[in-house]
């Protein structure tokens, strides 16, 4: 690193749906860079980006590319993570991982920090940042797990295309127009962009995000049933999700049902716990229909909790309403947020 | 009844999503119409519909227009069905009521025919159509609960416009058009009419169907728990509801957990069950991406299921994936259905 306290930074996938927020994030928190350099695959290389009003002209990415690179920030697709991640770390970078390459290896820590930033001390050159939908609901649950002790979780999400990435975005935006022109609908991309099938998503719910895996849970599913064990060291919690893409750009929505251990707990204890938790805010008042909403945290690097209530049978019981942005808490803030909680605790 | 076997119909609230899917369906089912009389709200008298081909014109409804009426569907709004249902009944009709003015009434047979047909016969003049979240999901567990119990169901559901009338659908349409030209969005509308607060509904999900109760659950979520018990005379029935609105024109969709009383139970049991079920069909096939969508169960009487899967930790934990025309099978359908049910079993 030339400057003091000042980095190299390469963000690899710069042109992706996160990509763009990982410029835009490292851009308002200020982020310490001394050299920025941004990778892609040879399809977007040459392609030219603004950051702080400097024009950068994004590189294919190298072994090469890594060499005095503090901090590689990745988000270019499972494979391209496989492959270059480790020759980054040979050349001495820290990779963050934005992919599912690396999340459920055992070496490599699985990080949300308001959650088990600790974790980070461990690292071997990778971190990988998990799944948006795991984040938002870890964040949100971690401080009733602390307190309270966390049995079960049955989720069933409600999630934007923007997940998907730019493309799937683009389908949703001329779905709705064709909709609305009262048109043929054309689906190439959701679900699955690399799935068999496709199916029209404007105006439509599909209960498939990401393959499905052999025992009938889609892989999004399982991502949220392991990832959500390692990042909270609980491999007992008990864990269940469904997990469905809708007509939503920006914010993944999530109703959660948990029980806790302990016993007598009261709807105002869990509304004081997650508003006094890092990173997580309560907008909770049903006679104010206050509740947050997709549309309300798009943009916004909070979790919001909204409809905390007591289950009508279970004494232990607990539903809750987790709303976050998919593409800033749920990928590029908490990249960043890895980053900066790497370098105040020289964990480099 | 003038013509021998062929009824006197009222169709009060027949210019309403439901009223005019009513009118396709008493068409499409050739239901054995004597004479059929149009109803409405004075706002809406002097309307002219057309069913099968001749033009009706539609007359205020008073307690005098129930004279002669064998079967009146009513689905006009709560306040309309406690004024004028009591008076239809006065004057010897039938009332198959689709507001949530008589469900809870224990006088009143709540039916789904599939579930619980037989309860048609206590009827004292007065049949109430459930609510359409609750009918669909009724329906897909009632083979479930009769041939394996059932203990516990969780559902969060995903709920089109459609649901909350025209005037809700003409919202999405426009704030969908305002969003994508890049407009502000109006919200006049969701998610609740009458409440204090309205949001967008376009590219968004509104954790908000009907007005909150004072327990932290909104009426939809309790109308969901209470009518499932009445419906299934399963009073100890544990019933957990999360209820969201969403961009979707047509057709309820339902993440639903449950968990049966018998041990041992396979997900090819299940998709049996679901499967052999009237009115229920199945669509679940993982290896074919099979599964029901909003989109795909438009227009059709049935209700659709899949995405069947056990629970990764309970033995007899289930989730399913349950969708159905609200206007349809959760509206217009199910009471032309009982209509049916009475004629035939001559339980007028």
Known sequence: ??????????????????????????????????????????????????????????????????????????????????????????????????TSAYRMDEKVPLVVPEVNEADIKDHNGIIANPNCSTIQMVAALEPIRQKLGLSRVIVSTYQAVSGAGNEAADELRQQSQSFLNGEELEANIMPVGGDEKHYPIAFNALPQIDKFQENGYTFEEMKMINETKKIMHSPSLQVAATCVRLPIFTSHAESVYVEV?????????????????????????????????????????????????????????????VVSDNLLKGAAWNSVQIAERVIANQWL
């Not at 835009?24 to 695959?41: A, Q």
């Not at 294919?60 to 697709?77: K, Q």
């Open 261 to 321: 251990d302990q016993a007598g707990v009261t709807v105002d204890q869990l509304k004081t716990l997650i508003g006094e938790a890092e990173g997580v805010l309560l907008e909770d008042d049903p006679t104010t229909q206050t509740y947050p909403t997709p549309l309300s945290a798009a943009g916004k690097r909070d979790v919001f909790v909204g409809r905390i209530r007591k289950d009508l049978d279970q004494e232990n019981g607990f539903h809750l309403w």
């Open 1 to 98: 690193m030339t400057q003091t306290n000042h980095y190299n930074i390469a963000v690899v996938g710069a042109t992706g749906a996160v990509g763009q927020k990982m410029l835009e994030t490292l851009e308002d928190r200020k982020f310490p860079i001394n050299e920025l350099k941004l990778l892609s695959s040879s399809r977007s290389a040459g392609t030219k980006m603004i950051f702080k009003g400097t024009e950068y002209t994004l590189e294919e990415a190298t072994p090469e590319s890594f060499e005095n690179i503090d901090i590689a920030l990745f988000s270019a697709g499972g494979s391209i993570s496989q492959k270059l991640a480790p020759e980054a770390v040979k050349r001495g970078a820290l990779v963050i991982d934005n």
